[in-house]
C-alpha cells in the first residue's frame, strides 16, 4: 500500500494516474477507521479504479481544543484495516498540518446558502468553515472523481455538496448509508472513547430516533420533539444536547408538516464528555 504525507508526491502520483485515463474516488477521514469507513472506500472502489484515503485530524473544524488533544490517531491500526480492504488499490493520504495549511492554520469563510447556521452550526462555533477549508483543499490536491461521504454527518454532506456546487469542483457528491453496530449505534470514530456502561447504554440513541419516526406518521413535530425530550431527561447516562426535525433540503426546523416535503430527524447526545450524533429520513 502506498502512503503519502506530502501533498507534491501525492500530486506527482495522481497526474499520473489521470494520464493513463484512472478514474479515482475519494474518502475524507479523520482517521481511527471502522467499518462505517470501510463501507465507504468498498463503495468507492466499486465505482473507481483507485481510492485516496486521506487520514488528517483537521484542527480547524474543531471549536473545542480539548476534543482535538483526545481525538484517536491510530495511523497503524488504520493502515492494517485498509490492507484488508485492498493491498493494491487504495492510496493513503496522511498529511502533517504543515503539508495541509503551511504556516497559517486558519479557515476561509463560506456561505453555505445557511445550511451552516442549523443544527452543528448553531452549537459548534465556524465548525463548516474548518469542513469547507479542508474539504476543499483536499479536493484540489487529490482531483478526485467521485468522493464518499456518509449519511450519519448528513448536514456536513449537504455543506459538501454546496460546496461543490458554489466552486463549480468537477467531483461527484456521493452519498452513502450509515453503517450501524448490530445494535444499532451508529459507527463512529468516537465510539472507541466510549466507557463500558456509555457504550451499553448508546443504542438508546437509535431506539429513540426509530421511535419518534414511528410518531411522526401520526403527531405533530412539537408532539415528538416533547417525546423525545422527556424520554432523556429520564436516562441517567445520556444527556441530550439537541432534537430537530428538519426539511431534508434546507435543513430548517420544521414549522408545519407537508406532504409534499421531505424531513429527517437530527439528534446529538453526550456520554460522559462523548458527543454523539445520529439521524434518520421520517418520511
Known amino acids: 500500500m502506498i502512503i503519502f504525507d506530502d501533498k507534491i508526491d501525492l500530486i506527482a502520483f495522481v497526474d499520473g494516474l489521470k494520464f493513463k485515463q484512472k478514474t479515482l474516488g475519494f474518502v475524507p477521514t479523520m482517521g481511527a477507521l471502522h467499518e462505517g469507513h470501510s463501507s465507504l472506500i468498498t463503495k468507492g472502489l466499486e465505482e473507481n479504479n483507485v481510492v485516496v484515503v486521506s487520514i488528517f485530524v483537521n484542527p480547524t ?145 437509535f431506539q429513540t430516533l426509530k421511535t419518534a419516526k414511528e410518531k411522526f406518521g401520526t403527531k405533530s413535530a412539537k408532539h415528538v420533539r416533547e417525546w423525545v425530550i422527556e424520554q432523556f431527561e429520564r436516562h441517567h447516562l445520556l444527556e441530550l444536547e439537541y432534537f430537530i426535525i428538519a426539511d431534508a433540503k434546507t435543513l430548517q426546523t420544521i414549522k408545519r408538516k407537508s406532504n409534499q416535503k421531505s424531513y429527517r430527524a437530527f439528534i446529538a447526545v453526550y456520554a460522559s464528555d462523548i458527543r454523539l450524533i445520529d439521524n434518520i429520513a421520517l418520511n
Open 61 to 205: 473544524q474543531f471549536d473545542n481544543t480539548e476534543d482535538l488533544v483526545k481525538y484517536p490517531r491510530t495511523l497503524d491500526s488504520d493502515v492494517a484495516l485498509l490492507e484488508n480492504v485492498s493491498e493494491d488499490k487504495i492510496v493513503v493520504y496522511a498529511p502533517t498540518v504543515e503539508d495541509i495549511y503551511g504556516d497559517e492554520v486558519s479557515s476561509i469563510s463560506f456561505d453555505f446558502d445557511g445550511l451552516e447556521y442549523e443544527m452543528e452550526g448553531k452549537f459548534r462555533d465556524g465548525h463548516f468553515d474548518g469542513v469547507g477549508t479542508i474539504i476543499k483543499r483536499l479536493f484540489e490536491i487529490i482531483r478526485p472523481d467521485r468522493a464518499y461521504f456518509g449519511d450519519k454527518d448528513f448536514q456536513q454532506l449537504m455543506i459538501v455538496k454546496k460546496l461543490v456546487e458554489k466552486l463549480g469542483l468537477p467531483v461527484t457528491v456521493v452519498g452513502c448509508d450509515i453503517f450501524r453496530a448490530a445494535d444499532g449505534l451508529a459507527m463512529s470514530s468516537r465510539n472507541m472513547r466510549l466507557k463500558p456502561e456509555h457504550r451499553a447504554a448508546a443504542p438508546f440513541i
